[in-house]
């Protein structure tokens, strides 16, 4: 079955450091990768979304690259602000394959601290 | 409406009465999903439905829990004889369904707590 695994937190970070937060994926057809990010006391947004292999995502200086040959999809962001804490979710959805349900599969989620 | 609208947001309940979980999806979105979020156990699928149908409830976690849509928008996640460990924070999420890549929009979620 399907499945995303990314990198186990609490991430903490000074403010203006580089971030990245690791995620790959399984999957049995042709996927598309999403970050979501939820910030404290509030509910799920979509970050960032790829669709394809090689497709780059990127919202609010935040980006991420549709890796097919490594079946991975890093978020990276150069410059954190303390406003970016929250608990960021990798996830997938597959793609058509004729019937199949199209479910978002997460990941367990990474907790980033930034300091001022 | 805008977004994805849930109710109640908040609902304390004593262990072993039902509840009734309300998520109105996006106007025109056909796909539906209910999930779960509970500490140490993440996001967890528990149903899809597009239109009116479930072709998906493999993450229903006992009998003790169903879901119903009518007229393809309004679901209703109903729990049973609830117990503590349903104590968690439910949320529906909508999409205009079809390709992979349309996404799907979350609403603020119902937290349910057991007592």
């Known amino acids: 079955g399907n499945s995303v695994t990314q990198m186990e937190g609490p991430v903490t970070l000074s403010e203006e450091a580089f971030l990245t937060i690791n995620c790959t994926y399984t999957?049995?057809?042709?996927?598309?990768l999403f970050w979501y990010v939820q910030y404290p006391g509030e509910g799920l947004q979509l970050l960032l979304k790829a669709t394809k292999a090689d497709d780059k995502g990127s919202n609010k200086g935040f980006e991420a690259t549709y890796r097919k040959e490594t079946t991975s999809f890093h978020l990276e962001k150069g410059s954190v602000q303390v406003s970016d804490s929250a608990v960021y979710f990798c996830?997938?959805?597959?793609?058509?394959?004729?019937?199949?349900?199209?479910?978002?599969?997460f990941g367990k989620g990474t907790l980033l601290t930034v300091n001022p | 409406g805008a977004g994805v609208s849930q109710s109640p947001s908040n609902k304390v309940t004593e262990k072993g009465k039902d509840v009734e979980l309300r998520c109105d999806p996006i106007?025109?979105?056909?796909?539906l999903y209910w999930y779960r979020q509970s500490l140490g156990q993440g996001l967890e699928f528990l149903i899809y439905?597009?239109?009116?149908?479930?072709?998906?409830k493999s993450g229903l976690p006992s009998d003790r829990f169903s879901a119903e849509r009518t007229g393809g928008s309004v679901s209703t996640l109903t729990i049973q004889r609830t117990q503590q460990e349903d104590s968690a924070v439910y949320l529906c999420?909508?999409?205009?369904?079809?390709?992979?890549?349309?996404?799907?929009?979350f609403g603020e979620g119902s937290w349910l707590t057991v007592v």
């Open positions: 439905f597009q239109g009116n149908s479930a072709p998906d």
């Open positions: 996830a997938l959805r597959e793609g058509d394959s004729g019937g199949s349900n199209y479910k978002l599969t």
């Open positions: 999420a909508s999409s205009l369904g079809g390709l992979a890549g349309n996404t799907i929009y």
């Open positions: 106007s025109g979105h056909t796909a």
């Open positions: 999957a049995t057809g042709y996927p598309s």
